[in-house]
């Protein structure tokens, strides 16, 4: 099992343009989560979904957009990207019952995105 | 709101000491409590987490960590800390109907 898997792992993108990052999980997880990580921020979270067909806001949404494209799949859309954008994007699972945050969540190894 | 300070921004420890890091949270009820770990360049792995119980938890790679109510903290701890345990770690809190709230992290520097 390849677990959570990001593309791309690495993007450069000028101010302006729109990218959409991706996430798979193949562990049959009901809720997926989008987070950034800053330095000295720790993780704060975008995004998530706590099962397929619903989406909510986390902590930090505004400059994305979500998808939950099926059980599997979770994408995170920048329409139009700023310099503040700039961060390190982790997706992450977990097996269901997203209110109940005591499920493990499983992460996948990110993606370094670099606004200029 | 919940919220979870870790006081210490860098530790560093020579190899073959113990280790403690530090963690409290500020949270109304009993929370879900999380120790993740971030080696450079990888997703985060959780360490070990609390719920209820036995407030003497043991996780993966050698680390425990204690939940102490009265002191609103949940310090891990290692006995012996070895090069490969030099990462990022994380503490996180959560509550039944709500999201995780991550620490800001620890560095763990380990000097030989």
């Known amino acids: 099992n390849a677990g959570v898997t990001q593309t791309p792992k690495f993007q450069v993108l000028k101010t302006g343009q729109s990218m959409t990052l991706q996430c798979a999980q193949d562990m049959n997880h009901n809720s997926m989560y989008w987070y950034r990580q800053d330095p000295g921020m720790g993780l704060r979270l975008i995004y998530y979904s706590a099962s397929e067909g619903t989406t909510d806001k986390g902590e930090v949404p505004n400059g994305y957009n979500v998808s939950r494209l099926n059980k599997r799949e979770f994408s995170l859309r920048l329409e139009s990207a700023a310099p503040s954008q700039t961060s390190v994007y982790f997706c992450?699972?977990?097996?269901?019952?997203?209110?109940?945050?005591?499920?493990?969540?499983?992460f996948g190894p990110g993606t370094r995105l670099t606004v200029l | 709101a919940q919220s979870v300070t870790q006081p210490d921004i860098h530790i560093t420890v020579s190899e073959g000491a113990s280790l403690e890091l530090r963690c409290n949270y500020s949270?109304?009820?009993?929370?879900?409590l999380f120790w993740y770990v971030q080696s450079p360049g990888q997703g985060l792995q959780l360490l070990l987490k609390y719920f209820s119980g036995d407030t003497l938890v043991q996780g993966i790679k050698g680390f425990e960590a204690e939940f102490k109510r009265s002191q609103s903290s949940f310090n891990l701890r290692k006995p012996s800390v070895h090069w490969s345990d030099a990462a990022e770690y994380f503490c996180?809190?959560?509550?039944?109907?709500?999201?995780?709230?991550f620490g800001k992290g620890t560095m763990l520097l380990v000097s030989p």
């Open positions: 996180a809190v959560g509550e039944q109907y709500s999201t995780l709230t």
């Open positions: 949270y109304g009820a009993t929370p879900y």
């Open positions: 992450a699972s977990s097996v269901g019952g997203f209110r109940v945050s005591y499920n493990e969540q499983f």
